[in-house]
């Protein structure tokens, strides 16, 4: 019963993994594009001073930042409260995917 339980736990927290992998990438996806497209501006200061200083890598290195912080943090704390954090985090990622992606396609801020 306990095995059983723990791999089913162990499938969901993948899944969620995988999810917040999936809409982080693709915000970084929409954010390298927000310094190609005119009319579009990022506004995250970090990222906009990672890019005047390394252009496009300076943008990845943000987004890498931004994802290993919530990786240390949900590694830090205690279950359910990671998978809490973890859902929480990759909602957020999911709200600013659809608001960037709508950005691009709009052409405005």
Known sequence: MLQRRHRRDWRGRRRLWLAFGA??????????????????????PV????????????????????AVLVVAIVRGLPRPRDVDFLLAAALWYGVLVVHNYVLLLGGRT
């Open 23 to 44: 809409v982080w990438l693709l915000d970084l996806v929409a954010t390298v594009r927000f310094f190609a497209v005119p009319g579009v501006r990022e506004l995250h």
């Open 47 to 66: 990222t906009v001073l990672l890019y005047r200083v390394a252009g496009t890598p300076g943008v990845v290195l943000a987004g890498t930042a931004y």
